[in-house]
């Protein structure tokens, strides 16, 4: 697998709002800008990516307790795009009918009529993916919907394990591209994974 180049990111933070949480379509607000979705497994770092990429510290609450999300969360980014953090899967403690919401609730936000431009896809580094991963992956084949995989929690690996943890990441997920390695306690991987979204949202800036 090849590495990437790192875009360039010149974006400045002006405006990072939590929005609302909805949990069915007629909740959504109006869609009427690129959207951006992250998905991955209860603890995965979902907000702690959110948070860096946005440069604010609580705007996407972070827990020790597997499984707080549970609704579907939108954020104003300069009035722009969306960052919509969908809810974590795969942990046991969480309430069965919890868990069997989950499906329904991401699948009624999929397939609204909206502009969802990828879907970022988090693996925690030190696990290999399991069924979960590879569902959402399939599921995010079938609905067109374009992944973006991102590995995270780098921070607790050593430097010369991480990209051989991303390939293997990589191959088990059946992508072609290493995922972007990411870490919320030193930022690496921030301005690779901010120049992404930008690009799919037609936001780059020159």
């Known amino acids: 697998m090849a590495a990437k180049t790192v875009p360039k990111v010149e974006y400045p933070i002006r405006r990072a709002a939590f929005i609302l949480s909805a949990v069915r379509p007629e909740q959504f607000p109006a869609a009427d800008r690129p959207e951006v979705a992250f998905a991955g497994r209860s603890n995965v770092g979902k907000s702690s990516l959110l948070n860096k990429l946005l440069l604010r510290r609580r705007l996407a609450r972070t827990s020790r307790t597997p499984g707080r999300t549970q609704t579907i969360n939108f954020f104003d980014v300069n009035g722009e795009m969306y960052f919509v953090d969908l809810p974590g899967y795969g942990y046991a403690k969480v309430p069965q009918a919890i868990q069997a919401a989950w499906g329904p609730m991401v699948e009624g936000y999929l397939a609204a009529l909206r502009d ?11 696990r290999d993916p399991g069924g979960e991963e590879k569902d959402l992956m399939a599921w995010l084949d079938q609905r067109g919907a374009r992944p973006l995989i991102v590995v995270t929690k780098a921070d607790k690996v050593s430097r010369s394990k991480q990209r051989g943890r991303a390939e293997a990441i990589g191959r088990a997920l059946g992508t072609l591209e290493t995922p972007i390695i990411f870490s919320a306690v030193s930022g690496q991987g921030r301005e690779e994974i901010l120049g992404e979204l930008l690009t799919v949202c037609g936001l780059e800036k020159n």
């Open 116 to 126: 969802l431009r990828t879907v970022v896809v988090l693996v925690d580094i030190r």
